[in-house]
Structures are given as C-alpha cells and as structure tokens.
T-cell receptor, first 116, second 115 residues
Framework: AQKITQTQPGMFVQEKEAVTLDCTYD???????LFWYKQPSSGEMIFLIY??????QNATEGRYSLNFQKARKSANLVISASQLGDSAMYFC?????????????FGGGTRVLVKP | NAGVTQTPKFQVLKTGQSMTLQCAQD?????MSWYRQDPGMGLRLIHY???????DQGEVPNGYNVSRSTTEDFPLRLLSAAPSQTSVYFC??????????????FGPGTRLTVT
C-alpha cells in the first residue's frame, strides 16, 4: 500500500491566487513527521515546511502553510498569493518515528503551473 | 560551505559496466542517504547511513552498494549497470542535532543513463 498519496498529478493556478496541494499518508506509527519539498525545473530539492505528528498547531513558513488533519491522515500544502516562481513539482514526504533520521518516503508529486 | 556535492552531474554507462557516484558534505552531518528519482515520480530511498561505518538498506537497494568510511563521504556503487537503473540520483544529509524537524539537505543530483 502507498504510504504517501498525492492524487493531483498537475494543476494550474492563477498568479496571486492561493492553491492547495493534497497529500494523504498511511502509517501505524504514532510518531511521524511530514515534509513538503519543491523541485523546480532545474532539478534541485528545496525544503518548504515540516509538520510533526504531535504538533498542536498547523505549520506555517511564509507563504506556505500546512493544513494538518490528523484523524483524516492528510497534510495538505497551501501556497498563498502564488507567484510565477512557484511553478514546480511539489512532493509530500513522511518520516516514521520521532528520532531524527534520513529515511523519507515520498509521494508521486504534483506539478503546479502558475499562469500570469 | 559547499553543502552537499555530487559528482558526476551526468553519466552514460553501457549495460554491465560498474561505476561509483560520489557524494560529499561539509556540514558534519551524521545522516546521509541516497535516493533515485525516475521520470515523473517521487524519490525512492536506496541506502542510508546514520554515521561512519553504519549503513542500511532502503526501499530499492538491489544492484547498489554503499559504504561510509568517513562522516563526509557516502559513495554509491553500481555493481553491474542495467537500463532499469537509468534515473536521477540524489544524495542527502541531515543532522542528528536538528531533532524531529531534520531538514534534509539535497545535492544537485546525478543524471545517469544506462544503454
């Protein structure tokens, strides 16, 4: 079974509007972390935001916020006030267990294209 | 501070050839890992290491070997290249001091084609 599912292969968004990227996850571990990464066409992986399973509040980092619904096992990324530079692939990822480590499971990604 | 560096950037191999993808980091990170990204897909973990001398398998380890003799370096060896190993390979590192929010720092990737 897929541990991380991103059901939107691609989407368009108008510049200056907000966009929500869906991510659902599957784990039986009560301790986990959820990450979002951006991959522009140049190929590098850029960390955007992190949400821990025990965090009481939804994470925010500038124009990025995470809509964390633990009971539904979803961790949707919201990008506010989209900019042309937001056009990229976006990946949701999960690390199971609280101990810091480098084992991430990635979803298949969502391609976002921002229209002027 | 160079971060995570990978060499080469591009490589073409013939089926059956072997090679080593290099990865180095200068941030004194304990954790390092190798991922592969196939076209249109997310990253999949090949091997990872929690410190010098300690490595373990990830999701797709077959056909690859790793070793970690120093904190800085984590080379990935392809033993006998196959067309199915055509992919982009990313190396990543992170620090145990970061706690649960262990942001992984990724290298720029190596694009490998096996003919």
């Amino acid at each position: 079974a897929q541990k991380i599912t991103q059901t939107q292969p691609g989407m368009f968004v108008q510049e200056k509007e907000a966009v929500t990227l869906d991510c659902t996850y599957d784990t039986s571990d009560p301790s986990y972390g959820l990450f979002w990464y951006k991959q522009p066409s140049s190929g590098e992986m850029i960390f955007l935001i992190y949400q821990g399973s025990y965090d009481q509040q939804n994470a925010t980092e500038g124009r990025y916020s995470l809509n964390f619904q633990k009971a539904r096992k979803s961790a949707n990324l919201v990008i506010s006030a989209s900019q042309l530079g937001d056009s990229a692939m976006y990946f949701c990822a999960m690390r199971e267990g609280l101990a810091a480590g480098n084992k991430l499971t990635f979803g298949g990604g969502t391609r976002v294209l921002v229209k002027p | 501070n160079a971060g995570v560096t990978q060499t080469p950037k591009f490589q073409v191999l013939k089926t059956g050839q072997s090679m080593t993808l290099q990865c180095a980091q200068d941030m004194n990170h304990e954790y390092m890992s190798w991922y592969r990204q196939d076209p249109g897909m997310g990253l999949r973990l090949i091997h990872y290491s929690v410190g010098a001398g300690i490595t373990d398998q990830g999701e797709v380890p077959n056909g690859y070997n790793v070793s970690r003799s120093t904190t800085e370096d984590f080379p990935l060896r392809l033993l006998s290249a196959a067309p199915s190993q055509t992919s982009v390979y990313f190396c990543a590192s992170s620090s145990s001091l970061a706690g649960p929010r262990d942001e992984q720092y990724f290298g720029p990737g190596t694009r490998l084609t096996v003919t």
